[in-house]
Each structure stands twice: as structure tokens, then as C-alpha cells.
């Protein structure tokens, strides 16, 4: 059953500009891949001059991230809040993200995880259009 945004914020609360997912299109033990249309919210707070900088995306990625580790807790690492350790790797392909983009696809694959910690490949694209890749780290709240 595909998750709404309501049933993302209680999983991974933010406040509520802060939520930036908008649905689950699917997951599994491996990865997740989520969709929103936050980019174009006209109170997105990581608007910077009234666009949103593709660096911005890690944010996304890593709340898709955290996100699969909160779908999977059972018996996983990350069984509470963390944070985003590091970033590695990083790859833009463009320096804003376009407000004609109808639809942002954030993907999230889990490489590894371990007590208090977590490594994901994330990756947020528009339709076929890669615009940023990266490796983050994942780092339980103590």
C-alpha cells in the first residue's frame, strides 16, 4: 500500500515545511523510491532567492533514507531519530532544481547497516533526468 504524506511525517516527523516527501512509490528491504512536488511549494524552506538549490536534494534523499530505516525498524540499525553524518561522493547535474518539474523522484538504497549507523546511495531525478547522486551516512541520535 503506497504511504501519503500524512503517514510519512508520523515515521519520520518534521515540522510540517520540513516534510518534504510526498508519497512512497514503493520499497523493499533494499531501497525505497519516493515522489513529491515539494520543490515547487512556494513555502519550501530551502528555497534560496526563490529557487531551490540542487544541493538541497541530499536533504531529500536523506529523509527518503530515514524514512526506509523507519519502515524496516524490525530488527534493523536506527531504531530512533538520526542524523545526517556525511555526505560522499556527491554528483550534481544541474545548480537549481526547476520549478516546471513536474514531479521529483528521490531514491534511497541501503549499502549497508550496522548498530547506530547507516550508509545509503541516494539519487533524485526528474523522469529520466539524474540531478544529483550522492553516498550519505546515517548516524543514530545518542
Known sequence: MPLTRKDIARLIPHGASMSLLDAVAGWDTDRILCT???HRRGGNPLWAGGMLPSACL???GAQAAALHCALGRQGQAL????YLGSVKDAQWH???????IDKLHIEARCVMQQSGGAIYQIKASAGAQPLIEARIVLVQAV
Open 94 to 100: 544541474s545548480e537549481t532544481v526547476n520549478k516546471s
Open 79 to 82: 531504531t530512533g531519530p538520526a
Open 36 to 38: 513529491t512536488t515539494s
Open 58 to 60: 541530499i536533504e531529500y
